[in-house]
Structures are given as C-alpha cells and as structure tokens.
C-alpha cells in the first residue's frame, strides 16, 4: 500500500481492509494468457468471447459503435479513482491522483479554444475539479472557481500560443505547471514512494519530449523551454543525448 499510518490518516482496521480490498481486486487483473489469446483471436466479437468467457464482463458490454470502447474505459478508470478515494481517509492521496484528468480536461479545452475548433473529445468528470468550472475559465475567462496557480497556467499557456504559434510549447507549459501542482501536493503528502514514482515518470516524459523534438526538428537550444526540471536525470543530461541516433 502506498498509504502510511500516523494519527492523521489510516486507523489500523482502515489499513487492513485497504488491503483486503486491493487484494481482492488483484484477482480481476487482465494477465498474461488472456491479452495473447485476445490479440490471437479473429476479429472484435471473439476478443470480447474470451473476456466474458473469463469473467471480465465489465469491460464487454455489446458495443454500439466503437466510441463505446474509450466509454467503457473511462468507467473503469473512474471506479479505480472511487476506489482510491473509499480506501484512502487522507484526502490529499486522492487529489494527486485526479489532478492528471483535470489537466487533461485543460489540454483537450485550450488546444480547441486556440485553434477556434469544438472540442471533440469527451471532458474527465472525476478530476478535481467540476468540468463545468474548467470550461468557465478556458472558453469565457471565469476564473472564481479554479485554484489561483491554475489560472496563472491557463493565461500563460494562452500567452505561448497567441505568441509563437507552437502547440507543443503550449502543452509543455501545462505539463511543467501540472507537475509544479502535484508536488505541491507530494510535499504535503511527504511519502518517498510517491517521490520516486513522480520523478521516474518525469524522467520517461522527458525521453518522449526530445523524440517528439527531434521528429519536428526543435533546435537543440530551445530544448530547455520544452523539458522538465524535476526528474531524476538532469536537463543537461537530455541535451547532450539530443544529437544522437
């Protein structure tokens, strides 16, 4: 378990059934065996077969159209997040996980608010933040609802893109402000574990970052403009990979 017991936060009887819980939850993991036999298999309704076949219902319900699929996705990641939430008492442990799905919610609003396009992905609506609220500040300005660093984020983000014209830097500030949010919330939180799975994942979106840099041909000096500074492996680190095949 990722959570720690003190007076503030799990009871011993709330840590045990936090436990029981995952443990039973283990068993409905997808393993191994059953993704080959469903990638093997000869079309959509056979992959489907052998999830039922398997007692993995939940996730193949009869499919209307194939929109359904990212639906039946988003359910199952909400009752993951509710989970979260049930097992955790200390409400900072929940907010770090949904954090991730408002700043998706922003991505998804801004990139369509600059480019003057409807938005056509569906909104998160198990983030923090009600998307009602997150709409209200990206499309019409309306800011009373959202945190006050979130704002300064939305305005700057805009800022970039009315500037250079560069959605990859635009999105590059809404990462660097998502993970200037979340350790906010780490520090809070105080937990090693946490740290080290934070930091990690900056160190792998960084390696994404310089791929996607070098496929559109970004100059190897603008780099720090467009990677993150809290990951275990320096920026320099990045940039002195940056010319390699």
């Known amino acids: ?53 398997n007692d993995f219902s939940e996730y193949s319900p ?30 900072l442990l929940p907010q770090l996980f949904r954090l991730e799905y408002d700043f998706n919610n922003l991505k998804i609003l801004l990139k369509a608010n600059v480019l003057e396009t409807q938005y ?19 499309l019409e300005g309306k800011y009373q609802s959202i945190p006050i660093k979130m704002e300064r984020i939305i305005r700057q983000s805009t800022s970039e893109f009315i500037k250079s014209n560069n959605l990859q830097l635009m ?28 930091k990690s994942s900056i160190d792998l979106l960084n390696f994404a970052i310089i791929c996607r840099c070098k496929i559109r041909n970004v100059k190897k000096s603008r780099l720090p403009d467009y990677l993150l500074k809290t990951g275990y492996l320096s920026i320099q680190k990045f940039i002195n990979i940056y010319g390699n095949s």
């Open 1 to 53: 378990m990722l959570k720690y017991i003190n007076e503030n936060t799990n009871t011993l009887d709330e840590y045990g059934y936090a436990c029981a819980r995952i443990r039973e939850l283990e068993k409905n993991l997808l393993n191994n065996e059953i993704i080959i036999k469903m990638i093997e298999s000869s079309g959509i309704d056979n992959s489907l077969k052998i999830l039922a076949e």
């Open 62 to 91: 009869e499919f209307k159209n194939d929109f359904n699929f990212e639906q039946i996705l988003r359910e199952i990641l909400k009752k993951t997040i509710d989970v979260i939430t049930e097992i955790s008492p200390y409400p």
């Open 120 to 138: 056509s992905y569906p909104l998160y609506d198990f983030g923090n933040i009600k998307t009602n609220d997150i709409k209200s500040a990206v």
């Open 171 to 198: 999105e590059a500030i809404l990462d660097h402000g998502y993970y200037e949010m979340l350790f906010d919330i780490l520090e809070e939180i105080n937990h090693p574990f946490l740290y080290y799975f934070y």
